[in-house]
């Protein structure tokens, strides 16, 4: 008789089980994993949470006060379309808008540029001006809601709009709260919406620390963001090497345009994805915070607790959901959204189940949310901050993912930091190693994904898929040029010889920029400006 496995009563081996002799099993990452871990396998015990280094969370109660803010990211077609969605998701109990744009937009083409033709509101809501933002947000009160918006090349231009509707709305400026990704080192690493060479970007990153210090106290002036390295194919501990080597680029950028460290770090906050393996995602962001307030009180001198605190948002992963059976992706969100909480987010996107179809439908983006809520308000989980502190797994994985990113930072410091890391495409090589092991992985079946590759024989369910209608750009095109028509030319023209006198010299960008998007100058001219300046950049072009 054939000796039966532990817990497999007809003797069938359990699924990712191996005989004794082969390798040991690995995670994603490439870790290997013991089959049980014990008191043996854990460092010395961390401090209770809100307390140095933050391993266990960044406040000491973390949700019992106040849940995470749930920040589903939307945005399409049209600023009247998107506002309609914003509308939507707050009656049904969202904290915080998070903005999508199109790609128009984050690479600074207006909607009617033979450049943005057929990509106009297909990724995001179409942004050209004032006009536009006012649309967008209308009847959104700003000084209740904070807002979140993913992007990069043209952040500045963006953060000034929003903050020019909240000034037409009465808002005070030390209530107009949210955060801008503003991380334009990841567009050269993965994601590919840059527009500047990395030195003038820079320049704008940090003309918009020292603006937002002076005229927005509450705002979050930049997101570094792992996720999107992630999506790309790293690992979970490159992620987080990777983001704080950039966010060490940031820092000494700042502190080079003579920002003390402390004035500008409590605002800095991270951006970082939520993939399957569970308990690796939840280590990575307790080794996240730990290391990153050890880089900023040890390298960076940070006196302030709010600049060693890293507080992050999280969204789930997008590359793990499948178009193949999609509504097994409710699951993969749902799964990936409890290791963000365990693991200590401050806000989350939990992704719909029909994105690796299109635009979330309605329904889908409603469903997305409501898995957030029952975490929050039914499965008792923020009862307790850091619940899965003092597991023996947990600890050593946090552990082990913390001594693979060091190591992997080391290698950047040594070949002269994150910018020229990018530079000399050795980031981009890392990442996409990481992605072509993990696929080979996958065609070979032993990273099994339900419905792609095993159990697959589920007959298709229809699912309603969003379609962004090509009219759109019509009527966007049509309400630019009604808009250039009534504006003054004059004004128009000073407000650029402004900028671009400005852009030859050294003073702070934000205040020329200002005062030609108050008076309706677009994004695409402005940046044709600073094109004209700055140039362009090209993959595989030094500074």
């Not at 004794?20 to 854990?42: A, C």
């Not at 700003?142 to 953060?159: D, P, R, W, Y």
């Not at 948002?313 to 793990?320: C, K, R």
């Amino acid at each position: 008789m054939t000796e039966l496995q532990q817990g497999d009563s007809d003797g069938r081996a359990m699924p990712g089980r191996r005989d004794r002799g082969e390798s040991p099993l690995r995670n994603d990452s490439g870790l290997p994993l013991k089959p049980v871990y014990s008191i043996e396998d854990r460092r010395a015990e961390e401090p209770m949470p809100g307390s140095f280094p933050f391993t266990r969370g960044i406040h000491k109660d973390m949700y019992r006060g106040r849940l995470w803010t749930m920040r589903q990211y939307a945005g399409f077609g049209t600023a009247a379309e998107s506002n309609k969605r914003y509308r939507f998701l707050l009656k049904q109990g969202q904290t915080g808008l998070s903005v999508a744009f199109d790609l128009p937009t984050q690479i600074g083409y207006d909607s009617d540029d033979p450049m943005a033709n057929g990509e106009v509101g297909k990724v995001g809501v179409a942004i050209d001006s004032l006009e536009d933002m006012e649309i967008l947000l209308h009847d959104i009160p700003l000084e209740k809601v904070s807002t979140s918006m993913t992007i990069n090349a043209t952040a500045a231009m963006l953060l000034l709009l929003y903050q020019l509707v909240a000034e037409k709305q009465g808002c005070p400026p030390e209530k107009i709260t949210g955060t801008v990704q503003n991380d334009i080192l990841k567009e050269y690493a993965a994601r590919g919406t840059y527009i500047f060479p990395p030195q003038p970007s820079m320049r704008l990153i940090t003309d918009l620390f020292a603006y937002c210090k002076r005229s927005l106290p509450n705002w979050n002036t930049i997101s570094i963001s792992g996720y999107h390295m992630r999506e790309a194919g790293s690992t979970a501990a490159e992620e987080i090497a990777l983001t704080l080597s950039h966010a060490i680029a940031y820092v000494e950028a700042a502190r080079a345009a003579g920002l003390a460290v402390d004035d500008f770090a409590p605002r800095v906050s991270f951006f970082f994805a939520c993939h399957m393996d569970f308990f690796e995602e939840v280590a990575k962001f307790r080794a996240a915070r730990r290391m990153w307030a050890r880089i900023m009180r040890d390298r960076f001198h940070a006196r302030d607790e709010r600049s060693q605190a890293l507080r992050f948002h999280t969204q789930t992963g997008g590359v793990t959901l499948t178009a193949q059976q999609p509504l097994n992706n409710v699951v993969r969100t749902t799964l990936e959204a409890m290791s963000a909480v365990l693991g200590g987010t401050q806000s989350l996107h939990t992704n719909a189940y029909d994105e690796a179809l299109g635009l979330p439908s309605e329904s889908a983006a409603e469903i997305a949310l409501r898995t957030q809520q029952v975490i929050g308000y039914e499965s008792a989980v923020p009862y307790v901050a850091d619940p899965l502190g003092g597991s023996y797994y947990v600890e050593n994985l946090t552990d082990r993912v913390e001594e693979e990113a060091l190591a992997i930072m080391a290698e950047i410091d040594e070949l002269g930091g994150a910018v020229s890391c990018i530079e000399k495409g050795w980031t981009q090589r890392r990442i996409a190693d990481s992605a072509y092991r993990l696929q080979r992985r996958i065609e070979s079946g032993e990273r099994v994904i339900v419905g792609l590759n095993r159990y697959t024989e589920t007959d298709a369910r229809p699912v309603e898929i969003m379609r962004i209608s090509a009219r759109q750009q019509v009527a966007q095109a049509r309400a630019l040029k009604k808009l250039r028509a009534r504006r003054s030319k004059a004004a128009v023209e000073r407000h650029l010889a402004d900028l671009e006198r400005a852009a030859r010299g050294t003073e702070n960008l934000m205040p020329p920029l200002k005062a030609a998007l108050a008076d309706y100058v677009t994004i695409g001219e402005c940046c044709r400006v600073l094109r004209g300046v700055f140039g362009e950049y090209h993959p595989g072009e030094a500074a």
